[in-house]
């Protein structure tokens, strides 16, 4: 299981995923499959998420959740079974209703992936998307503020098969 969110003061990038590859994971080459590099992105999203209050618990109170919209997934070098995964992230921008993070995530301190993904608020009632709650926005903008001065690679926004 991932370990508690932490966020550093220092406005260093979120850390607080870490955990082992499963077995289940695995493809018939017995490397990590595409699919679970999307799971392993969207559990460290969720910790970045449950730190800003925007997770299950803030569904349940507000009738809203966040909704991912884009996704892209770069791979880079293969996982195996006893290897542990980590993942740092920063939020790269954000506004009134939606979250980019970026993501890179490194199999025993290999980076491994790279995975960006768009997020937007959505009124569950309604069905629609909606702004953050002032309360929301403010733990939103101070993680964006934190995370301005880190670098941004390149490739960050680009399609598949762009070229930085």
């Not at 290999?110 to 002032?134: C, I, K, N, Q």
Request: proline fraction near 5%; charged fraction near 25%.
């Amino acid at each position: 299981m991932a370990e508690p969110a932490v966020e550093a003061e220092d406005g260093a990038p979120f850390t607080a995923y870490r955990e082992p590859v499963r077995r289940e994971w695995l493809d018939y080459n017995g490397h990590l499959n595409d699919a679970s590099y999307a799971l392993v992105f969207s559990a460290a999203h969720e910790l970045v998420l449950e730190h800003l209050g925007l997770s299950a618990a803030y569904r349940e109170s507000h009738q809203a959740s966040m909704f991912t919209v884009e996704t892209h997934i770069r791979f880079l070098a293969e996982c195996s079974d006893g290897q542990t995964l980590t993942a740092s992230t920063i939020l790269v921008d954000a506004d009134d209703k939606r979250l980019r993070l970026y993501s890179e995530l490194y199999a025993d301190g290999v980076l491994a992936a790279t995975g960006e993904s768009l997020y937007v608020h959505v009124d569950t009632t309604a069905g629609r998307s909606a702004v953050l709650p002032d309360d929301r926005r403010t733990r939103v903008e101070a993680m964006r503020e934190a995370h301005a001065e880190q670098p941004r690679p390149p490739h960050l926004g680009l399609g598949v098969g762009s070229r930085p």
